[in-house]
């Protein structure tokens, strides 16, 4: 079993940043960064995996960085960016294949992020 925990959500003001924290109790091989705004799909953002081998989505790269500690670094938020943020962690890869499928056994409860314009 692996618990996941996430925090570091909030409100700021775009172009602000935030870092979100993922605290993973249990061995993980692969962890990754998705988020859902209201009445949208659920979207992949960030991976990493044991090796430090990262993937991200074409709409966060050069804005947001994943770190081999599990946190996402948001820099240049856009209003669009609002969301609730979850992190996702699985014991085997290919860590990109889950991320593609966003296919991971454990799930966190998500923390807020608004961006006001």
């Known amino acids: 079993q692996v618990h996941l925990m996430e925090s570091g959500g909030g409100s700021v003001q775009a172009g602000g940043s935030l870092r979100l924290s993922c605290e993973a109790a249990?061995?993980?091989?692969?962890l990754a960064w998705f988020r859902q705004a209201p009445g949208k799909a659920r979207e992949g953002l960030a991976s990493?995996?044991r090796r430090g081998d990262t993937t991200y989505t074409d709409s966060v790269k050069g804005r947001f960085t994943i770190f081999s500690d599990n946190d996402l670094q948001m820099n240049s938020l856009k209003p669009e960016d609002t969301a609730l943020y979850y992190c996702?962690?699985?014991?085997?890869?290919?860590?990109?294949?889950?991320?593609?499928?966003?296919?991971?056994?454990?799930w966190g409860q998500g923390t807020q992020v608004t961006v006001s314009s």
């Open positions: 249990g061995w993980i091989y692969c």
């Open positions: 996702a962690a699985d014991y085997s890869g290919p860590c990109a294949r889950r991320f593609r499928d966003g296919d991971f056994d454990y």
């Open positions: 990493i995996d």
